[in-house]
Nanobody, 124 residues
């Protein structure tokens, strides 16, 4: 059974850090671009960061540049999102998704398979 499972979310104070993981089972991530997306209450889902299959190309939303870092470990079949200097406006459900296009572009319609999401709450 093909699965993408996000983990690492939780409650953190402003200025804190979290590392999200996206682990695949039933298939290998080696050949796919991976994206992290988020959806805050009452808002549309938006792209956060995306990475090509090799990891050589990455892309970030302006709102997270300099604070978030996407990376992948194909040997572990896992993609990570390191989130530092978190702000209350980063509060959302974070999803990972795979794209066969292998472009590190967070174009949602390019992403074919999605995980269930992990909640990130930034609050004091």
């Amino acid at each position: 059974q093909l699965q993408l499972v996000e983990s690492g979310g939780g409650l953190v104070q402003p200025g804190g850090s979290l590392r999200l993981s996206c682990a695949a089972s039933g298939f290998t991530l080696d050949y796919y671009a991976i994206g992290w997306f988020r959806q805050a209450p009452g808002k549309e889902r938006e792209g956060v960061s995306c990475i090509s299959s090799s990891g050589g190309s990455t892309n970030y939303a302006d709102s997270v540049k300099g604070r978030f870092t996407i990376s992948r470990d194909n040997a572990k079949n896992t993609v990570y999102l390191q989130m530092n200097s978190l702000k209350p406006e980063d509060t959302a459900v974070y999803y990972c998704a795979v794209s066969a296009s292998d472009q590190a572009m967070c174009v949602m319609t390019w992403y074919d398979y999605w995980g269930q999401g992990t909640q990130v709450t930034v609050s004091s």
